[in-house]
């Protein structure tokens, strides 16, 4: 027993490193709830309060999913205040945890295509996309493919977006998020008419709330402007025919009431439906 008692330790103590070096020791309750407020946070365009959350995950948490989680966060926030560099920094240092960690690859390569670095943020995607293809949960696969789609379509590659978010879509069909991301990248590209097909069906799948009803009164705006060749409110009144205002006008009326708060399409509705 004695000279099995060594060896029992030295297993044990082995057996912890490799937990530790393989990033295996998860994270608090209360690193959790942070990194869940920082991603809140960065959702909905508070970027200077994710940066301040994240940094504080960083410095109080030691696991290593927290620290992982932690720079892909604050990469984000990064991002979304246009930092690239440092926003590309953070990423790297996530990927020093983990090289496969698909949070900070799409992070890097949202950087990268801030920066111009357009070679290495293609590199990244399709990594992003071998990764992807070898994950299990369709679900999981399906929302990867729709932030590569939602990528694209800054990038302007607008072909792209649509072949990742269909891709997206065709796997997890549930998800009505996919369906205003669709509708947003054919407004991008100037598919008015498909991207109001695509919210309406998320509209009458269940999605009924002010950001698709928002999504939807801009996309008829950028429509009419597109085809009246002005964005002049005053002058899109005197130019849009009855229905095309009975349609604009109906759908700002249902954003609003959804809870909607936009200043320019405010305006737009006091200058057409007024």
């Known amino acids: 027993m004695r000279n099995l008692l060594p060896t029992i330790v ?25 990194i869940s407020t920082g991603q809140s946070q960065n959702k909905s365009g508070n970027y ?12 109080k948490c030691d696991a290593y999913d927290s620290k992982e989680k932690g720079f892909a966060g604050k990469a984000e926030a990064l991002n979304g205040l246009k930092q690239f560099n440092d926003a590309l920094a953070a990423a790297n240092e996530g990927l ?19 920066l111009g670095m357009e070679s290495a943020a293609k590199s990244d995607l399709n990594t992003i996309i071998s990764l992807t293809q070898k994950n299990k949960n369709t679900a999981e696969r399906a929302t990867i493919y729709a932030k590569i789609a939602a990528l694209n379509a800054k990038e302007q590659a607008y072909d792209e977006a649509l072949g990742n978010i269909n891709q997206a879509m065709s796997l997890d069909n549930s998800n ?33 709330d002010a950001e698709v009803w928002k999504a939807k009164a801009t996309a008829l705006i950028k429509m009419n ?27 700002i009326r249902t954003a609003v009431e959804h809870g909607m708060k936009d200043m320019n399409i405010e305006l737009m509705q006091v200058a057409v439906c007024n």
Do not use: H, P, W
């Open 10 to 34: 030295v297993s044990l103590a082995l057996s912890f490193l490799v937990q530790c070096k393989s990033g295996l020791v998860t994270m608090s309750n209360s690193c959790y709830n942070m």
């Open 176 to 208: 009505l998020d996919f369906s205003v991301l669709q509708g947003d990248i054919y407004v991008a590209s100037g598919k008015f008419k498909e991207g109001l097909e695509s919210y309406d069906n998320a509209i009458s799948r269940g999605r009924n």
């Open 48 to 59: 200077s309060g994710a940066l301040e959350t994240f940094n504080t995950v960083l410095q």
């Open 96 to 114: 020093k945890i983990s090289n496969s960690s698909i949070d900070n690859l799409f992070q890097r390569a949202t950087a990268e295509i801030g």
């Open 225 to 251: 402007q597109k085809k009246y060749g002005t964005d002049n409110a005053g002058s899109l009144a005197k130019k849009m025919n009855s229905a095309e205002k009975q349609s604009l006008c109906a759908t």
